[in-house]
């Protein structure tokens, strides 16, 4: 599809969508000066209490948490997160509502309209649609996910009441950095002067502390600010001046979730005078919080576990998370990963885990066919000790061929995981027909 003319209120949603897709020149483009004077002219104002959530990996957790016991309490609350599944309205929900194609079409008239000159990446064209959106939407809280980094994402250019960092570690090095201290420096960005600034690292780089302590951020950190203990029946939040006990296991699965439970209600905790949650809504909140793709295990045999793991950190959590669970005679992985991420550190966490690769093509300019990815594991996988049989690696077209074969092998006591890009967990879902 083509546009002699840029689309209009007429066009249906996914014409908009291919014309953000081709507008700017680079997919990613940080930076906040074209997006904040668009959002100047588009005179954006949110009244609501702003959460704004960064970090390398647990930052959906979080904010799906947030959004949940902030719905269980009453509170008109709008959510926006990236990337999407399967639909893009994924992105922005509104009152646990997925806002409608008629609504986004909406917005994006509205900003291309006021955009005249200024180019803007997709992110940034639909980072100002959700804004707008809950601007009008009447809220009394938003809760909003980081792109990329913090300190040039578009979503910085809220001026948020609570800022949450969840974990720093490294991916989107070209970006932000090749080691912890750059990233660290990057994310810290988006606390703000005097406000609530929740760090739930548990190890958090020295750039980030200075950071806040330059700004005279009101920074809460794990371990010293507020914490959690359980046992397997349950468990209980500490904080500064709160304390939350006998509360059951969130439903979202894995073993990082308490501590992405922790900051959620950290931020609670720092924000209660406006935004006060009772105990049953905390109760309510974590039994109902849902997050696609984040060990997701769907129902039946064998096992099939969905996470969109993509770096070292989020790869090292997801083999805790299988070595806590049952007994199973073989793992089978189908595995599609983008060609700048860290191959061989996530490959190096779950080798020994897994007794076959299927390894899936995925397309675009940043994705590689099954061959070469293929090629890459059998590069990465360690050394097998004698007498034990190496992990097999084959590589398939994409990640649907690469489940229907893996699928065709396993017994049904067996378990398949689907992980390695969003990209991946997506195709998969759609080839089981699933939605989110």
Not at 115 to 141: C, P, V
Request: include cysteine; charged fraction near 20%; hydrophobic fraction near 45%.
């Amino acid at each position: 599809m083509s546009f002699a003319a840029p689309p209009d209120a007429s066009t249906p949603l996914d014409g908009w969508l291919h014309y953000l897709e081709v507008l700017h020149a680079k997919p990613i483009d940080l930076g906040l000066q074209r997006v904040s004077e668009v959002a100047r002219r588009l005179d954006i104002r949110l009244d609501a209490v702003k959460f704004v959530v960064g970090g390398t990996n647990g930052k959906g957790s979080t904010c799906a948490m947030l959004e949940a016991m902030l719905l269980a309490a009453g509170y008109k609350v709008g959510l926006y997160t990236s990337p999407h599944l399967i639909h893009f309205n994924e992105r922005v929900r509104i009152n646990g509502e997925l806002v409608t194609d008629k609504a986004l079409v909406e917005q994006f008239h509205a900003i291309e309209t006021a955009r005249a000159e200024i180019s803007l990446s997709y992110f940034e064209y639909t980072t100002l649609a959700a804004l707008r959106l809950f601007a009008q939407s009447g809220l009394d809280a938003v809760v909003l996910e980081v792109g990329l980094g913090g300190r040039l994402d578009a979503v910085n250019i809220v001026d948020a009441d609570c800022s949450v960092i969840t974990s720093v570690d490294l991916d989107h090095m070209d970006y932000l950095g090749d080691t912890r201290e750059a990233i660290g420096f990057e994310k810290a960005h988006i606390y703000r002067a005097g406000r609530p600034a929740i760090c739930s690292d548990p190890v958090p780089p020295q750039s980030l502390l200075d950071y806040a302590d330059k700004i005279g951020a009101d920074l809460w950190l794990f371990g010293r600010d507020f914490n959690y203990s359980g046992d397997r029946q349950q468990w209980a939040y500490g904080g500064r001046s709160q304390r939350r006990s006998a509360l059951a296991y969130p439903a979202l699965r894995g073993a990082n979730q308490l501590l992405n439970a922790a900051a959620a209600m950290a931020a609670l905790e720092s924000v209660r005078q406006r935004l006060p949650v009772p105990q049953q809504a905390v109760r309510l909140g974590l039994a109902q919080a849902v997050l696609p793709g984040r060990f997701q295990i769907l129902p039946g045999q064998p096992l099939v576990i969905l996470d969109v793991a993509h770096n070292p950190h989020a790869a090292a959590v997801l083999a805790q998370n299988l070595d806590n669970m049952g007994y199973h005679p073989y793992t089978y992985a189908v595995f599609g990963m983008l060609s700048d991420k860290d191959l061989a550190g996530v490959v190096a966490k779950l080798g020994s885990r897994i007794d076959h690769w299927y390894c899936a093509g995925l397309p675009g300019a940043r994705g590689m066919p099954g061959e070469a990815l293929a090629e890459r594991v059998r590069a990465a996988l360690p050394v097998t000790p004698a007498g034990e049989d190496a992990p097999g690696v084959q590589a398939c077209q994409d990640p649907a061929a690469a489940y229907a074969a893996a699928r065709k092998r396993a017994g049904e006591n067996d378990r398949i995981l689907v992980f390695g890009s969003f990209l991946t967990v997506s195709a998969v879902m759609q080839a089981l027909g699933r939605s989110t």
